[in-house]
């Protein structure tokens, strides 16, 4: 049973326009929640996280949403660039301090130049 | 500063042979993590270590794999007896304390022949 979903195994998006990446989660006890970057032939780059107690977080270009009632999540990026082309993981934990990241399948983004 | 490095960046073996996978986890981070990806799926956990000791290994899919990390720092995940099915890229994460966010390495790519 799939916990974190992406739905949207791909994505693209003209550059300097908004690209937003969605992700459903199933278990309620989850509270922290994080994405992640990953270019070919690398691992994951953290990005950007949110604990359950915001509904928003901001860090320059990339916004996470966090909308509990729905347990939907997702990012913003604005305004998208060339480089941020990669593939994105949404990850979520269950209870803060934990360890054990929950990944979704991840959604392949490509920003058109 | 130095991310977290693993070694070696491609394995082939052959069906039944033994593997030893290294992972040099952010100097002074006393958290690592062993994560494993498939083809078109997000890491999954695999096991979990404060310190030297083995803290969780409940996502070891079996008795053929290993893992230590005896002096609290490098890793070693090792398989025996590896099936084709082991194939994938098996991911090293490290973070400063239990809880806090984790940086992954660019990952080892294991090909079970």
């Known amino acids: 049973d799939q916990q974190v979903k992406q739905n949207s195994p791909s994505l693209s998006v003209q550059e300097g326009r908004i690209s937003i990446l969605n992700c459903d989660y199933t278990?309620?006890?989850?509270?922290?929640f994080l994405w992640y970057k990953k270019y070919p032939a690398e691992g994951p780059t953290f990005l950007i996280s949110i604990s359950s107690i915001k509904d928003k977080n901001e860090d320059g270009r990339f916004t996470v949403f966090l909308n509990k009632s729905a347990k939907h999540l997702s990012l913003h990026i604005v305004p998208s660039q060339p480089g941020d082309s990669a593939v994105y993981f949404c990850a979520a934990s269950a209870y803060s301090g934990t360890y054990k990241y929950i990944f979704g399948t991840g959604t392949r983004l490509k920003v058109l130049a | 500063g130095a991310g977290v490095s693993q070694t070696p960046s491609n394995k082939v073996t052959e069906k039944g042979k033994y593997v030893e996978l290294r992972c040099d986890p952010i100097?002074?981070?006393?958290?690592l993590y062993w994560y494993r990806q498939s083809l078109g799926q997000g890491p999954e956990f695999l096991i979990y270590f404060q310190g030297t000791g083995a803290a969780d290994d409940s996502g070891l899919p079996n008795d053929r794999f290993f893992a230590v990390r005896p002096e609290g720092s490098v890793s070693t995940l090792k398989i025996q007896r590896t099936e084709r099915g082991d194939s994938a890229v098996y991911l090293c994460a490290s973070s400063l304390e239990r809880g806090e966010t984790q940086y992954f390495g660019p990952g080892t790519r294991l090909l079970v022949l």
């Open positions: 278990n309620s006890m989850f509270d922290y």
């Open positions: 100097s002074g981070h006393t958290a």
